[in-house]
């Protein structure tokens, strides 16, 4: 089931070795230069999976624009925690929901839940992107929470802020954010359109 979960990891495309540092520009002062905040977090993902551990791991909140390699750094990591041997769960935040959905109301895909809640890392990538409803505010909860009361560690991707999530998906699961989770502000232009364009 967990296999299935996460199937559609590019996880050959995306390790800390070609991350490449050129794309953000050294520019600005200390705290809103891009290529220093992004040396900063490269090198914090790096210790994150160099010293992952399902019992003590923190839970990640990765915010910024599109295009400034969330994903990217996210699947370096999750590559890393496969390597020493522990099962990850990686899955759009769309997708994951659509997999809860279909085995509550459908039975598709039984176990699906229970491989979320109890992996040794879940990681929800571009929450945001999907149409925010009742039951998926309501499933978030639950997968936030319930990590947390059992400390299973949660990296979540999502361009929005974090009062943009409050509007969204309510305070409750804006506060659980803020008190449980390590949050990194990325910064810089979109890489994607730079290798497009030749910028």
Same mark, same amino acid.
């Given at each position: 089931?967990?296999?299935?979960?996460?199937?559609?990891?590019?996880?050959?495309?995306? &390790?800390?070795?070609?991350?490449?540092?050129?794309?953000?520009?050294? *520019?600005?002062?200390?705290?809103?230069?891009?290529?220093?905040?992004? &040396?900063?977090?490269?090198?914090?993902?790096?210790?994150?999976?160099?010293?992952?551990?399902?019992?003590?791991?923190? *839970?990640?909140?990765?915010?910024?624009?599109?295009?400034?390699?969330?994903?990217?750094?996210?699947?370096?990591?999750?590559?890393?925690?496969?390597?020493?041997?522990?099962?990850?769960?990686?899955?759009?935040?769309?997708?994951?929901?659509?997999?809860?959905?279909?085995?509550?109301?459908?039975?598709?895909?039984?176990?699906?839940?229970?491989?979320?809640?109890?992996?040794?890392?879940?990681?929800?990538?571009?929450?945001?992107?999907?149409?925010?409803?009742?039951?998926?505010?309501?499933?978030?909860?639950?997968?936030? *929470?319930?990590?947390?009361?059992?400390?299973?560690?949660?990296?979540?991707? &999502? *361009?929005?802020?974090?009062?943009?999530?409050?509007?969204?998906?309510?305070?409750?699961?804006?506060?659980?954010?803020?008190?449980?989770?390590?949050?990194?502000?990325?910064?810089?232009?979109?890489?994607?359109?730079?290798?497009?364009?030749?910028?």
């Amino acid at each position: 089931m967990i296999s299935e979960l996460s199937k559609q990891m590019p996880l050959f495309s995306c &390790t800390f070795e070609n991350f490449d540092l050129k794309y953000y520009k050294d *520019n600005g002062k200390e705290a809103e230069n891009p290529k220093k905040r992004m &040396t900063s977090i490269l090198m914090k993902c790096r210790e994150y999976a160099e010293n992952f551990d399902p019992e003590t791991s923190k *839970n990640l909140l990765f915010l910024g624009n599109t295009g400034l390699g969330k994903t990217h750094l996210t699947l370096a990591i999750v590559s890393k925690v496969i390597e020493k041997g522990y099962l990850p769960v990686y899955s759009s935040a769309e997708n994951l929901f659509s997999m809860i959905e279909k085995e509550k109301f459908a039975g598709e895909g039984i176990g699906s839940c229970d491989s979320i809640l109890n992996c040794d890392l879940l990681v929800i990538d571009d929450l945001g992107a999907e149409m925010a409803t009742n039951f998926t505010k309501s499933v978030l909860y639950n997968i936030v *929470n319930t990590r947390i009361l059992s400390s299973k560690p949660t990296i979540i991707n &999502t *361009n929005l802020s974090i009062k943009e999530i409050e509007n969204i998906y309510t305070a409750r699961i804006a506060s659980r954010f803020i008190g449980n989770y390590e949050a990194y502000k990325f910064l810089g232009d979109d890489i994607r359109q730079i290798k497009v364009l030749g910028e």
